[in-house]
């Protein structure tokens, strides 16, 4: 069972995400254990204020210390090594997020996912109460929050038993730090386009090489990157 906790001032974002999508399906399936949290439950003023003017000047507001690291010392304790929880902040000054690290957090036992907005939040929070950065591309968001669906997705889709389907997942590690190929359903002709013989055939094992060969086909052509990367030189 995996728990993520998500702190956001916009929680009702997450109520369809959390309801209707194969999280859901995660969660009915007790995989998973999401739970959304407004962050103005942690502010004491009249307006519930969480946020405030940069020191130094500059446009734009920061997200101000007291409420986020409450919030997140609630759910996941103080930072340090009898914390049981990974505090993750979504930020574009994160680590760059990948597959191989989705994996690992998925074996985690307890995620809490921090949504910023504004232009930031105090460095303090980050140094007191966060214990990662995680960015999901380099480019910029109004705030965390879609970035924490990323996440959410990513991960939640790796559980055991979550996509019903496991020799999808297996295809996935057995094709790992490839792209797909083409993929092709009924009908056999579609606007003068047909569908590559091969796939009619029943011949799963030229099926199979034939999928092997399009896949690095195509990621030769579109992601180069991926090939040089790959370990143990698998494929060419
Ligand atoms: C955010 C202040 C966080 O924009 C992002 C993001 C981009 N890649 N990964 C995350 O996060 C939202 C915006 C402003 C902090």
Redesign the pocket.
């Known amino acids: 069972m995996l728990r993520i906790d998500v702190v956001t001032i916009f929680p009702v974002l997450f109520e369809p995400f959390a309801r209707e999508s194969m999280v859901g399906i995660a969660c009915q399936r007790g995989k998973a254990d999401l739970k959304v949290h407004d962050l103005r439950d942690w502010t004491s003023d009249r307006h519930r204020t969480v946020d405030d003017s940069p020191y130094g000047g500059g446009p734009g507001m920061v997200m101000k210390p007291e409420p986020l690291v409450t919030a997140i010392e609630a759910l996941a304790g103080e930072k340090g090594p009898s914390r049981k929880a990974r505090v993750i902040l ?3 000054q ?1 680590r760059r997020l990948e597959q191989e690290r989705v994996e690992q957090l998925a074996r985690e036992e307890h995620l809490v996912l921090v949504c ?6 105090d460095q303090r929070v980050i140094d007191l109460a966060v214990d990662e950065e995680i ?3 380099d ?6 929050e879609v ?1 924490a669906m990323a996440i959410i997705e990513a991960t939640t889709r790796m559980l055991p038993g979550v996509l019903g389907n496991p020799e999808s997942t297996e295809w996935e590690s057995f094709q790992k730090g490839l792209l797909e190929g083409p993929q092709f359903t009924r009908p056999p002709e579609f606007r003068g386009q047909g569908v590559p013989e091969v796939l009619l055939s029943g011949d799963h094992g030229k099926v199979a090489s034939w999928r092997e060969a399009r896949a690095l086909e195509r990621t030769k052509e579109r992601r180069p990157d991926l090939i040089r990367t790959r370990q143990d030189g698998e494929g060419d």
């Not at 910023?116 to 939040?121: L, M, P």
């Not at 480019?139 to 965390?144: D, I, N, R």
């Open positions: 979504l930020s574009p994160g910023g907005r504004y232009e930031g939040v960015s999901i591309g480019y910029v968001l109004c705030g965390g970035a």
